[in-house]
């Protein structure tokens, strides 16, 4: 767990995400998690005897062959979903200036976990800083939600670096069937568009970004010593320095372009949540709002 959390307040603030989460879902109407994602489509079930009306289209010849009478295969439609949560656990995250990044984004991604499982869908995660620090392969059911969110909780990360690509590529490399990839972050990292790229043209692929209003803007109250939480490197600044003001505000305003343009074009939607913001945004579009309109 990073040092800068209370682990007594962290459990409280999830069973409450939890009861909120599961009034939120039993309120939801029947039927509105229906094809937000593509899914599997249909998958194989079994293998039996031709029945005049089947489409001949099914036909098994190889097993036709064998026994001299028409068989078919059987077809099954898969109605759950697959989620992959990747969680930037960066230094970067410890920063808020009311609630830290790290709190908002737990929030964000236990009431998405949560919601996920009562719609018995399976979950998996990884958890990224500048490499891939942990990964949970995709189950279903409240305990492995449970588990999922624990593990979130007590991680103590090795790096302190951010860097989405390896965590990418890991999902290019073992997630073989489609599944929905939900990236959570600030997205203060490398480039890494290629990457999303690839992944989007296997994967439906949605990206939460937790920012804070200080890290826009600059209040002017003189010296003060600014610190990387990545890096550890300080600088001392002049913040009633109006020109230095704008400058930051403006170098700001082009990262943020920058990340937004990664995004739109690799076709993925992205979801902005401030610190300020209420943790519940991207539960009620993710889960109520069709994909061809987040796109």
């Avoid at 939890?18 to 079930?45: L, N, Y």
């Avoid at 005897?49 to 028409?70: C, F, K, Q, S």
Wanted: with cysteine; aromatic share 8%.
């Amino acid at each position: 767990m990073p040092a800068w959390e209370e682990p007594v307040e962290l459990i409280r603030l999830i069973r409450s995400v939890d009861i909120i989460t599961r009034a939120w879902v039993a309120g939801q109407k029947a039927g509105v998690h229906i094809s937000h994602f593509k899914g599997q489509g249909i998958e194989f079930s079994e293998i039996r005897e031709y029945l005049p009306g089947d489409d001949i289209r099914t036909i098994d010849w190889n097993v036709t062959a064998r026994y001299g009478i028409p068989y078919v295969k059987e077809f099954t439609e898969e109605r759950d979903q697959t989620f992959y949560f990747i969680v930037d656990l960066s230094g970067s995250h410890s920063f808020g200036s009311t609630t830290t990044k790290y709190r908002r984004m737990l929030e964000i991604c236990a009431s998405l976990i949560f919601a996920a499982v009562r719609y018995h869908d399976r979950v998996g995660l990884i958890i990224v800083t500048d490499r891939v620090e942990k990964f949970i392969p995709s189950r279903g059911g409240r305990g492995h939600a449970v588990h999922l969110i624990n593990e979130i909780m007590n991680h103590s990360p090795v790096s302190t670096g951010s860097d989405l690509k390896p965590a990418l590529q890991y999902i290019l490399s073992r997630i073989r069937r489609m599944a929905c990839v939900i990236m959570i972050s600030d997205f203060c990292v490398p480039d890494f568009s290629r990457e999303l790229t690839l992944t989007r043209q296997h994967h439906e692929v949605y990206a939460i970004r937790v920012t804070d209003p200080r890290e826009s803007e600059l209040p002017d109250v003189g010296l003060i010593e600014l610190e990387d939480a990545e890096t550890g490197e300080q600088v001392l600044v002049d913040t009633s320095d109006e020109i230095f003001r704008e400058q930051f505000k403006k170098a700001v305003c082009d990262a943020d372009e920058q990340i937004s343009k990664a995004f739109l074009r690799a076709h993925v939607p992205m979801e902005l949540v401030r610190t300020t913001d209420d943790w519940r945004i991207p539960i009620r579009h993710l889960f109520t709002r069709p994909l061809a309109v987040m796109q």
